[in-house]
Every structure is written in C-alpha cells, then in structure tokens.
C-alpha cells in the first residue's frame, strides 16, 4: 500500500475502473456467444445481433475495446447472422409517393428608401 495520498487514491480508482471493465468485457462476451449459439442452432439472429452490437458499442465508448477492433467484430457477427437470416426473393418495393408541387412564392415589393432631413 503506497504511503502518499494520492497514490492511495490512484489505487482506489483503479481497483473501481477494473471492475467496471471487467463486468463490461463479460457482458460484451455473453452476447458475442449468444449470437453464435443462435447461429449455429440455426434460428434467426437478429435480436442478439442487435444486443452485441450494442454491448459492442458500449465497450469502444467505456474505452474497453478499440473503435477499429468493434467495427471488424461487428462486421463478422453480422456476416455470421446473415448466414441464418432467409430472405425472400420476391420483394415487393413500396410505391414511389407523390411530391405536391410547390406554390409559388410571392415576393414582397422592395422598402421604400425614406429621404433624411
């Protein structure tokens, strides 16, 4: 145990940021593993893709991960989902909407310029 005070905090903030760390990494873990239960049990994805996604981006914010590391793990959780995702061929396109046209605008006559006395 350090004799100076400010060293005794340094050790205080840092046993709070291991902890915190360490109970975002085992979140971020579980829903990485739940992803890829899924696929590999064949169901669709989707909402577990969405909460690693989320857990991933919560990890880069809190500083766990590098932001380069969860781009390329959100790419290959996403690759992985796609795999069980079925996606029909035929799909129908909405109908393009109707834009009304514009009225036009009225200008406004120009102020008149008043003579200074």
Do not use: C, F, Y
């Amino acid at each position: 145990m350090p004799i100076i005070k400010s060293a005794r905090k340094r050790v205080r903030v840092a046993t709070k940021a291991t902890v915190r760390n360490l109970r975002t990494k085992r979140t971020l873990k579980q829903a990485v593993k739940a992803v890829q239960s899924t696929v590999k049990s064949g169901k669709s994805a989707e909402a577990e893709l969405k909460k690693a996604q989320s857990a991933i981006d919560t990890a880069v914010k809190k500083g766990v991960m590098h932001k380069n590391k969860a781009a390329r793990k959100k790419a290959q959780l996403a690759r992985e989902a796609k795999k069980t995702t079925k996606v029909s061929k035929t799909v129908k396109k909405a109908a393009p909407k109707k834009v009304a046209a514009k009225k036009p605008v009225a200008k406004k006559p120009a102020a008149k310029k008043t003579a200074k006395k």
